[in-house]
């Protein structure tokens, strides 16, 4: 086991690691299972699988925090991951922060919403107003109270009340009904949207969130200036709304699976959604001093979508030490069993190495839990 420890940590591509201390003879089950996770932490690193190393690094921990591995477990979760070497685990007091103020602002908005479906009067609209700012915010006070709130939930709230909306309006735009309670029906797709992204959110990371948003604004954005590109000023059917609606919705949902890959940090997502922003509006901008938004206003979309492109990858290129995105949720375990409920956890995760007769051999752990 010595050996295996010494191969694994000299060969991690990584700066020094602190060099694990040796099995002891009196270990306690405590004991015992912090060694356990450490070992699967340096092989997780080995192997190239950074979240599953930061989380049996941190199960290291939490198993044992006085432990003999607690400060190489630290010391390998400030590495990959940049978190202070002596905290265990990443505090939720600023996304619980962030979703209060969230929410009560969805709160408004929604609760606006629901005023004009009900075609409500002067007092019973400011009532409406009260009852969903001030019940938004009680409830997400009283609700995150002693939880770890997910770091993606606040921007997955936003997410999803925006994208409800939106397909509302494009859905009421191609429709075209003629008698239709127009602010029912958004008010219906920005609930369900608050709803479908809260489920979400405990799911994703908060990277993932942050890619949702890109997805959502730039996989509608790009392809409906392409449309006008195209068509310029003689535009006709709905081509331009549908290239909102299935760009915008392929955004969504591609948005977390290409996270999966490039592990970018919310921060970063985030300035990259703003860098695509900027160089929307440059290109505008350009268009405008050079009048290519006379005449067909083909030149001018191109243009736009030339610099939203432009800005899109100067912005991930200028962002590369903004961090890395943080551990994806998930068990070290094929099925996972939690207060009652099974869930499925991290195949990749659930097999580690482990020495039987004097053999390595792999070890693959069907379940565990919390109790």
Known sequence: MIALFAMLI?????AAQPEAPEPSAFEDPADVEARVRYERAVRAEYD??????????RSCIEAKPDGRFAAAARTLIARLHGEPAGSSASSSAGPRTELIITSTFSGLYLSSLLAGALQSGAKETVA??????GGALFAS????????VPQSMPQMLENGVFFGTEASLLGYALAAPSTANFPAGVAAGAFAGAAASLIASPFLTGGDSGAVTAGILFGGGLPVLLTGAVQGRNQSGTATEWAALIGSSAGLLAGPLLNQRLHFSRGRWNLISLGGGVGALMG?????????????LRSG????????TSGLALATFLTDGFGADEPRPGSAAVLHLEEGKLSLGSLAG???PARVRERTVPLLQLIDGRF
Do not use: H, Y
């Not at 409406?128 to 700012?133: A, D, I, N, R, Y």
């Not at 006070?141 to 770890?148: E, F, H, L, M, P």
């Open 10 to 14: 000299c060969a991690a591509p990584a």
């Open 284 to 296: 505008g901008g350009i268009a405008v001093l050079s009048d290519s938004w006379s005449g067909n």
């Open 350 to 352: 659930a097999v580690a």
């Open 301 to 308: 979309f191109l243009l736009t979508a030339v610099g939203s």
């Open 48 to 57: 190239g699988r950074r979240e599953d190393a930061v989380r049996e690094a």
């Open 128 to 133: 409406l107003l009260m009852l969903g700012t």
């Open 141 to 148: 006070v009283a609700g995150s109270k002693d939880r770890q």
